[in-house]
T-cell receptor
Framework: NAGVMQNPRHLVRRRGQEARLRCSPM?????VYWYRQLPEEGLKFMVY????????ESGMPKERFSAEFPKEGPSILRIQQVVRGDSAAYFC???????????????FGEGSWLTVV | AQRVTQPEKLLSVFKGAPVELKCNYS??????LFWYVQYSRQRLQLLLR??SRESIKGFTADLNKGETSFHLKKPFAQEEDSAMYYC???????????FGTGTRLQVFP
């Protein structure tokens, strides 16, 4: 069972461009979470999605950021008109459906490092 | 609101010394507590969860509801323990994790 897969691992964008980060959850997992890790800071929750639904987006900035988890394909975190302050590591995590045998264990991907120049 | 506090940003010890990474939480209900470890620029890995009460790589953590703490301990630190350690809280099954700001553990030879 492959782990949570994120790509690209490293992404460089100029200010004003768009960044798209992809996350394929572990096989059998239908819950996806996105976290942001700023330099020298901890992980901040951004958004929690199930297939085709946003469950909790309380950590998403109000503008420029959006996330989706379509019926087919990976979850995508999209950042429009990037600014230098968006430079961070973005981690995706997944977990099985509620009531799964692994309980509440959330598995993380290796992260996508976004650098805005 | 839920909150996780890790008061130490950096903890430096010598190999063989005991280690305690502090974690305090605030939550009015019955939380699930976790410790995750992140080695340099790698993914976060689950180290411990309080409900399993197991010891991983010599680390243990006991949930103290009276003090709302979940400190991570190891009696004898090893150099390979050097990493970032994150304490996290969840309200329940598949709910999001709330992380502390992390503690960097440095173990010197």
């Amino acid at each position: 069972n492959a782990g949570v897969m994120q790509n690209p691992r490293h992404l460089v964008r100029r200010r004003g461009q768009e960044a798209r980060l992809r996350c394929s959850p572990m096989k059998g997992h239908s819950h996806v979470y996105w976290y942001r890790q700023l330099p020298e800071e901890g992980l901040k929750f951004m958004v929690y999605l199930q297939k085709e639904n946003i469950i909790d987006e309380s950590g998403m900035p109000k503008e420029r950021f959006s996330a989706e988890f379509p019926k087919e394909g990976p979850s995508i975190l999209r950042i429009q008109q990037v600014v230098r302050g968006d430079s961070a590591a973005y981690f995706c995590a997944s977990s099985p459906e509620s009531g799964g045998s692994s309980g509440n264990t959330i598995y993380f991907g290796e992260g996508s490092w976004l650098t805005v120049v | 609101a839920q909150r996780v506090t890790q008061p130490e940003k950096l903890l430096s010890v010598f190999k063989g010394a005991p280690v305690e990474l502090k974690c305090n939480y605030s939550y009015s209900g019955s939380p699930e507590l976790f410790w995750y470890v992140q080695y340099s620029r790698q993914r976060l890995q689950l180290l411990l969860r309080h409900i399993s009460r197991e010891s991983i790589k010599g680390f243990t953590a006991d949930l103290n509801k009276g003090e709302t703490s979940f400190h991570l301990k190891k009696p004898f630190a090893q150099e390979e323990d050097s990493a970032m350690y994150y304490c996290a809280l969840s309200r329940g099954d598949t709910d999001k994790l709330i992380f502390g700001t992390g503690t960097r553990l440095q173990v010197f030879p």
